[in-house]
């Protein structure tokens, strides 16, 4: 044997010290509108019941913001109002582990802390956290080993386990697949409506107007917290893309013609996705949940790096009413419809 093979420590084989987990629970939040497919797909494979909580309205966001000091951003209180509305419902809450090893696709910190600031915040009342650790979400081995790594802990054998991730990763990628196709779809039909329109020799026809939503998925598909947004773009006759919907590995190779230091991957794609998009679009509209870190300094970098395409910038909070957002969408509105005609256009 050689010396290194000696000196090499024996990795311990996980115990199954959570086998008693019958029914698991998963907040609708955060990372959920990223992974959810993965986490219930292969929770289930185990042979678990999921539990994933209601859809988000202003009692599960007034419940988290009482259980939030005044300094986390909105999708975390509205996170912990998640985690509240499932206790009684399960015998575990899974809140997994998104740590960011990588400069380059790393995740905001309070993905990383989710675990420890569940199991703190709600520690009087007896809520057991599943979870596991993901270092590293760009090397899948090591996503692959965490979460194997966990179904050994709830006593799945290893050959249950790596047929539950194999279900569960192509759960995800199918997903991933449908909305990317469905986004070529649209694309698709917005260019050939706008041809008809070009050659519409009575001038009449109107060019569809197209914007790009640009939010994190825990926002843009969130119906109480971005849901405002979205029904009054449509409401107004706009086609609304999300910019979380691009493929996800084009994105995330286009974001470094922006910068090559940005160390966030959720942001990495989004700004990836406006670069593929830019020209094929009217607007875009950056939504952030105050006061998000890494939206702070990507989205004003943003705003001074794109050129040609008009942006509108919304912040919403906890107290924020949606008759100002409305007027603001309304007038964003007006302004690309006004461009769209010439307006703007100077000699």
Same mark, same amino acid.
């Given at each position: 044997?050689?010396?290194?093979?000696?000196?090499?420590?024996?990795?311990?084989?996980?115990?199954?010290?959570?086998?008693?987990?019958?029914?698991?629970?998963?907040?609708?939040?955060?990372?959920?509108?990223?992974?959810?497919?993965?986490?219930?797909?292969?929770?289930?494979?185990?042979?678990?019941?999921?539990?994933?909580?209601?859809?988000?309205?202003? %009692?599960?966001?007034? =419940? *988290? @913001?009482?259980?939030?000091?005044?300094?986390?951003? /909105?999708?975390?209180?509205? #996170?912990?109002? $998640?985690?509240?509305?499932?206790?009684?419902?399960?015998?575990?809450?899974?809140?997994?582990?998104?740590?960011?090893?990588?400069?380059?696709?790393?995740?905001?910190?309070?993905?990383?802390?989710?675990?420890?600031?569940?199991?703190?915040?709600?520690?009087?009342?007896?809520?057991?956290?599943?979870?596991?650790?993901?270092?590293?979400?760009?090397?899948?081995?090591?996503?692959?080993?965490?979460?194997?790594?966990?179904?050994?802990?709830?006593?799945?054998?290893?050959?249950?386990?790596?047929?539950?991730?194999?279900?569960?990763?192509?759960?995800?990628?199918?997903?991933?697949?449908?909305?990317?196709?469905?986004?070529?779809?649209?694309?698709?039909?917005?260019?050939?409506?706008?041809?008809?329109? %070009?050659?519409?020799? =009575? *001038? @009449?026809?109107?060019?569809?107007?197209?914007?790009? /939503?640009?939010?994190?998925? #825990?926002?843009? $598909?969130?119906?109480?917290?971005?849901?405002?947004?979205?029904?009054?773009?449509?409401?107004?006759?706009?086609?609304?893309?999300?910019?979380?919907?691009?493929?996800?590995?084009?994105?995330?190779?286009?974001?470094?013609?922006?910068?090559?230091?940005?160390?966030?991957?959720?942001?990495?794609?989004?700004?990836?996705?406006?670069?593929?998009?830019?020209?094929?679009?009217?607007?875009?509209?950056?939504?952030?949940?105050?006061?998000?870190?890494?939206?702070?300094?990507?989205?004003?970098?943003?705003?001074?790096?794109?050129?040609?395409?008009?942006?509108?910038?919304?912040?919403?909070?906890?107290?924020?009413?949606?008759?100002?957002?409305?007027?603001?969408?309304?007038?964003?509105?007006?302004?690309?419809?006004?461009?769209?005609? *010439?307006?703007?256009?100077?000699?």
């Amino acid at each position: 044997m050689k010396a290194s093979e000696k000196e090499r420590p024996l990795a311990l084989k996980p115990q199954p010290d959570l086998a008693d987990i019958h029914i698991v629970g998963i907040p609708r939040g955060f990372l959920y509108h990223r992974y959810g497919p993965l986490w219930e797909t292969f929770l289930r494979e185990l042979g678990r019941e999921v539990i994933v909580s209601d859809e988000t309205d202003r %009692a599960i966001v007034e =419940t *988290g @913001t009482v259980l939030s000091v005044d300094e986390c951003c /909105l999708a975390s209180k509205a #996170y912990m109002g $998640h985690v509240d509305s499932l206790i009684g419902r399960c015998d575990a809450v899974f809140v997994p582990c998104y740590a960011s090893c990588d400069p380059r696709a790393g995740f905001c910190t309070k993905f990383q802390a989710a675990p420890d600031l569940v199991a703190n915040t709600f520690r009087d009342r007896g809520v057991r956290v599943l979870s596991c650790l993901v270092e590293n979400v760009s090397k899948p081995k090591e996503v692959r080993r965490a979460f194997t790594e966990m179904a050994a802990r709830l006593g799945a054998s290893p050959a249950l386990a790596k047929r539950a991730w194999k279900a569960g990763v192509r759960a995800l990628e199918d997903a991933r697949r449908a909305q990317a196709a469905a986004q070529e779809e649209t694309l698709r039909l917005l260019a050939e409506y706008r041809a008809v329109a %070009a050659s519409d020799p =009575t *001038g @009449t026809q109107e060019r569809p107007l197209a914007i790009l /939503l640009v939010a994190h998925p #825990y926002l843009a $598909h969130d119906e109480y917290l971005c849901g405002t947004i979205v029904e009054s773009l449509e409401a107004m006759g706009v086609t609304v893309l999300f910019a979380d919907e691009t493929n996800h590995a084009r994105a995330y190779k286009a974001s470094f013609e922006f910068t090559d230091t940005l160390p966030w991957v959720v942001n990495r794609e989004l700004i990836g996705s406006i670069l593929l998009l830019q020209d094929k679009v009217d607007g875009i509209v950056l939504v952030s949940a105050f006061p998000c870190g890494p939206d702070s300094m990507t989205d004003d970098a943003i705003m001074r790096y794109i050129q040609g395409t008009p942006i509108l910038n919304l912040m919403i909070d906890a107290q924020s009413g949606t008759a100002g957002v409305e007027t603001r969408i309304e007038s964003f509105v007006d302004i690309l419809r006004y461009h769209q005609k *010439g307006g703007y256009v100077h000699g």
